[in-house]
C-alpha cells in the first residue's frame, strides 16, 4: 500500500540542488520542514541534522536517502519504523555492476603491471571466458552483474542471506555456506550491504579458502574485507590479487601497503561518479514523488530492521 501527498522539504537545500528540479519534476510542492509530509535527504551521512530535521518536520512520513547503503542511518537507530523509508537502491545497479566487471577484467589481465611496466615485459594475465565467478549478494548489483556476465559463460555461484534461488545462479547459498564455494573460484565479487552479519565476512579463512589463482573484488564496502588479512594474503600470495573500489579504512591513507602492492588494484570509490549519480538519482526521485503524490508503492523501500 502507497502513501499519498506532495508536500516535500529537500534538505540540506544547499547540497545536490538538482534534487529540487526532480522533485518538482515528480509533481511535488518544495516547502519548509513544518509544513512537509516527505523529506527528500541529500546527505548520505550526516545523521544529527537528519534528526533535527525529522523533529522539525511533525508531518513527515516518508524519507527518500540517497545512497544504496544507509549503514550510517542502520547504525544510528534512526530508521524508525514509523517513517517510509527509501533509498538509492537499483538505482546504481548498473553502472557498479559495470566498474565489477571491469575490475575483474583488469585484474585477470594483469592491467596494473602492465599499466606500471616501462619496458617490454613478458606475456602474463588469464581469460574469463568460462570463469566459475562467485558473487556475494543478491541485489541489483548482483543482478546486474549476472547479466554481464553472462557473455563470458561463467559458472557463477551467489552467496546470501537466504538461500532463495536465483536467475542465472548456478547455485545459491547463504553466507554461513559460504566456504564451501569459495574453493576452485577464479573470481569472488563483493556486491552485498553492509550488515553486523557481513562486517569482515572476508578474513584469512575466506582467503585461504579461495586459493592462489583467485582474484577478489570489491565493489561494496572496505569493511567486508579484514584489511590486515587481505595484506598479508596478497603478501604471501594465498590469492593471486584484489581489486578494490571501497577500503577498510577509506580514504585509504597514503604509503599503506595496499598502495604498493603489484597485485592490489585501487579505484577510489569511483565506481559512481557524479556524471552517473545526477541523471540516475534525479530519475529516481522524480518517480518516487510522483507516486507518493499519487499513493503508489514506492521504489527502493528499506527495512528498518535489516537495515538495507
Not at 507518493?292 to 514506492?298: A, D, I, Q
Request: one cysteine or more.
Amino acid at each position: 500500500m502507497g502513501i499519498q501527498g506532495k508536500h516535500i522539504a529537500v534538505e540540506p537545500a544547499d547540497l545536490r540542488p538538482w534534487l529540487k528540479a526532480a522533485v518538482l519534476a515528480g509533481g511535488g510542492e518544495i516547502v519548509p520542514l513544518s509544513e512537509a509530509e516527505a523529506l527528500v535527504w541529500t546527505d548520505g551521512f550526516d545523521v544529527p541534522s537528519l534528526r533535527r530535521c525529522l523533529a522539525e518536520g511533525q508531518g513527515i512520513r516518508w524519507v527518500q536517502l540517497p545512497w544504496a547503503g544507509v549503514e550510517p542511518f542502520a547504525q544510528a537507530g534512526i530508521l524508525d519504523p514509523a517513517y517510509v523509508w527509501t533509498c538509492g537502491k537499483g538505482v546504481y545497479a548498473q553502472a557498479v555492476a559495470e566498474h565489477a566487471l571491469a575490475l575483474t577484467l583488469a585484474g585477470l589481465r594483469d592491467l596494473k603491471q602492465r599499466a606500471l611496466a616501462q619496458t617490454w615485459q613478458p606475456g602474463s594475465g588469464t581469460s574469463l571466458w568460462g570463469s566459475r565467478v562467485v558473487i556475494f549478494g543478491a541485489g541489483g548489483i548482483a543482478q546486474a552483474l549476472i547479466q554481464l556476465l553472462q557473455p563470458f559463460r561463467c559458472s557463477i555461484d551467489v552467496v546470501r542471506r537466504r538461500a532463495d534461488p536465483l536467475p542465472g545462479a548456478s547455485r545459491v547459498v547463504t553466507l554461513a555456506e559460504r566456504q564451501a564455494v569459495l574453493a576452485g573460484a577464479d573470481v569472488v565479487i563483493l556486491a552485498l550491504a553492509l550488515t553486523p552479519e557481513t562486517e569482515g565476512i572476508i578474513a584469512r579463512p575466506e582467503l585461504e579458502q579461495m586459493g592462489s589463482g583467485c582474484w577478489l573484488v570489491n565493489v561494496a564496502r572496505g569493511k567486508h574485507i579484514v584489511t590486515a588479512d587481505l595484506v598479508s594474503a596478497l603478501q604471501e600470495g594465498i590469492i593471486r590479487g584484489a581489486a578494490l573500489d571501497v577500503t577498510d579504512p577509506e580514504p585509504l591513507p597514503e604509503g599503506h601497503p595496499l598502495w604498493r602492492l603489484p597485485n592490489c588494484l585501487i579505484t577510489p570509490h569511483t565506481a559512481l561518479t557524479d556524471a552517473m549519480i545526477v541523471p540516475a538519482l534525479s530519475e529516481r526521485v522524480r518517480e518516487n514523488v510522483r507516486r507518493f503524490r499519487l499513493g503508489e508503492p514506492l521504489l527502493g523501500v528499506v527495512d528498518p530492521v535489516l537495515g538495507y
